[in-house]
């Protein structure tokens, strides 16, 4: 299952934390091509997606992108002006 850091839970947090976001949303992750991962805000989780929480911050996985990520941590750095990137470890 895929682990979060403390920055990349504290990121999350931020993130869904804005007056637009939904109380159930979080960041979905979906394969694209290539193997390549996409990152976006969602609502809610979609169908068939596995949910990571952890103290408030909320993951969702697409089944392939879970599959792919089983053992690896997301982790994030974040700018001065506080927007965050998003990355993948181990």
Do not use: C, K, W, Y
């Not at 990152?39 to 992108?65: M, Q």
Request: charged share 25%.
């Amino acid at each position: 299952m895929l682990t979060l850091t403390d920055t990349a839970q504290n990121a999350i947090r931020r993130i869904l934390d804005a007056p637009e976001a939904s109380h159930r949303g979080g960041l979905r992750i979906a394969p694209v091509e290539a193997g390549r991962l996409q990152l976006s805000v969602a609502e809610e989780p979609a169908p068939g997606d596995d949910v990571v929480e952890r103290d408030g911050a909320r993951v969702f996985l697409e089944p392939g992108a879970a599959a792919m990520l089983a053992d690896s941590t997301l982790d994030a750095i974040v700018a001065e002006s506080g927007t965050p990137s998003f990355f993948i470890a181990g």
